[in-house]
């Protein structure tokens, strides 16, 4: 598993959003500011808003990502923060951030449902 190939691919698409949005703005800045008759105004604030959606999740990410780094220099990378059993490598390959087993994934706390 190659944790700076996802950081890097991240950061590639949270650079790619930041630029996306600036874009945007200076669009919006040679466009009416009469969002109520023009349709295009409408328009460019879902896609301001899609985009700044996108760039907080990937920010997210970004953020999980530097947390698996530190599991990964404290020597608990791969194991269950819930359970303290291994995580499965095709997870971790997956999911690099994750921080569960699947079973404890799927479960509550890692109770089966209901119990």
């Known amino acids: 598993m190659d ?19 600036t874009a945007l703005a200076d669009e919006q800045a040679l466009t009416s500011h009469d969002d109520e008759h023009d349709p295009e105004g409408v328009t460019i604030a879902v896609q301001r808003a899609q985009l ?4 907080a999740g990937a920010e997210r990410d970004r953020a999980e990502l530097d947390l698996a780094a530190e599991r990964i220099a404290a020597g608990t990378y791969g194991s269950c923060a819930v359970c303290g059993d291994p995580i499965a490598a095709e997870r971790l390959e ?7 087993c699947i079973v404890c994934a799927t479960t509550r706390r890692g109770r089966q449902p209901g119990t």
């Open 3 to 21: 944790l700076r190939a996802h950081v890097d691919r991240v950061d590639a698409k949270i650079g790619s959003l930041r630029t996306q949005l």
């Open 52 to 55: 700044q959606a996108l760039l």
């Open 94 to 100: 997956a999911l690099p951030a994750t921080r569960t």
